[in-house]
């Protein structure tokens, strides 16, 4: 067995199931969460310089994970496109997170979750600060409406949270 074979079995060994939550809670879909992952192993372990530890592989991995969530809506999938449908029971707050386009709620996880700004979300996603501003605001403009003892804030959205990436933990998700 190859040593990026050992790494990534160690990896997945140690911390298989909460990058899989982690997945989950950024694309608020399991099926959608297990290409995410596979997408985002893909991308670690398929290049030619892979991780030496195990500790180095979680890290790449996460990133790739959220790299790999806030691209998943740009192939055109249905998933792109949350169903904001309005109903005249108030949603619970799990079914307007699911409602969220997969984009929005994976960069609002970022933000309120993993606690990151958004310069450091720009930097783990590849993605221009005006697309994750907009998206953010959006996401929490629509929770807001629907949810308003959440007391969000757009202002806080884009302005608040952690510039590095160190400080992110995988937890159990939404």
């Known amino acids: 067995m190859s040593r990026w074979e050992k ?3 160690a ?6 199931a909460g990058l899989l939550a982690y997945a989950r809670t950024l694309t608020g879909d399991g099926e959608l969460a297990s290409t995410v992952v596979e ?3 893909a991308a670690v372990f398929g290049r030619r310089a892979c991780p030496r530890d195990v500790d180095g592989a979680l890290a790449e991995v996460q ?5 790999a969530a806030v691209r998943v809506a740009a192939d055109g999938s249905e998933a792109e496109s949350g169903a904001r449908t309005a109903s005249s029971a108030a949603p619970r707050v799990e079914e307007s997170l699911r409602a969220l386009p997969v984009r929005e709620r994976a960069l609002l996880a970022m933000r309120y979750i993993d606690g990151l700004a958004v310069p450091a979300i720009c930097r783990e996603t590849a993605l221009h600060a005006g697309m994750v ?3 953010l605001t959006h996401a929490v403009e629509y929770l807001d409406a ?3 003892e959440l007391r969000l804030d757009v202002h806080d959205a884009l302005a608040g949270g952690a510039l590095a990436r160190d400080v992110v933990t995988i937890g159990d998700g939404w």
Not at 63 to 67: E, F, G, T
């Open 146 to 148: 629907a949810h308003p």
């Open 7 to 9: 790494v990534l079995d």
């Open 133 to 135: 501003g907009d998206a």
């Open 39 to 41: 997408d985002a192993l």
């Open 11 to 16: 990896t997945m060994l140690a911390h298989g």
């Open 63 to 67: 990133s790739a994970i959220r790299r």
